[in-house]
């Protein structure tokens, strides 16, 4: 997808209305299978998910914000909060949600706010890619998930990701074998030192304990990838 296709993913995900049929024209999306409700869908985090970080490209790189792209993301992140996540919202006055419902979308709605407030704040996709990396772990991944792996690779040899390495490499050995095209990078980035402090403050025993840490999930997650 490109940006203007992204971005429409995005509004019909939010609800765009077929004005000759009335009806929703994605009606199983992420906000509109929630009116009338359907049932969480779990493709519709991870469509969503691509597309944001397809766009955010352009709001990481542009001064300029596309106002109808934002307002197209809070949208959809408020309504479905009122809707599902509300206790005097219509799914959880009416019965309609359970328990577990409520806790998937509530992390699926995270998920979305984090990302996009990171690329609003000037991240790159492959540093906002973190939030869905922590996604991956608590709740897994979709067939889509060959889009996000470069992302997190990218992100492994970036040098300025910081402490955030940690959680995309316990995504990445969380997928196996599926991420086994960032073996070179992981095995790239043993040879690097890691360290989250300020210049100012750093010291050797805060390098060589912040390395060997990172160098520890690295491992694990080249283990978990190849099967070991």
Known sequence: ?????AKYQLRL???????ARGEWILDDG???SLRPYRGLQEKNLHQVMEALLIVGERIHRDSQIDRDLISTV????WYARIWGLNPD????RNSLIT???ITRLELSIGTVEQTALSLLEGQPPHFAVYHYAQYIVAAGWWVNIEFFIPLMGRAVSDPHVGSAIEMILRA???LGGLAKAVLPTLHEALLRTYSWNNPEFETLANVEACTKSVRASIQKAIQAIEGK
Do not use: P, R
């Open 74 to 77: 809070w949208s959809m992140c």
């Open 172 to 174: 990445l050995g969380k």
């Open 13 to 19: 995900h939010a609800g765009v209305i077929d004005a």
């Open 89 to 92: 919202g219509m799914l959880q």
């Open 30 to 32: 992420f906000l509109t």
């Open 99 to 101: 328990a577990n419902d």
């Open 1 to 5: 997808m490109d940006y203007d296709e």
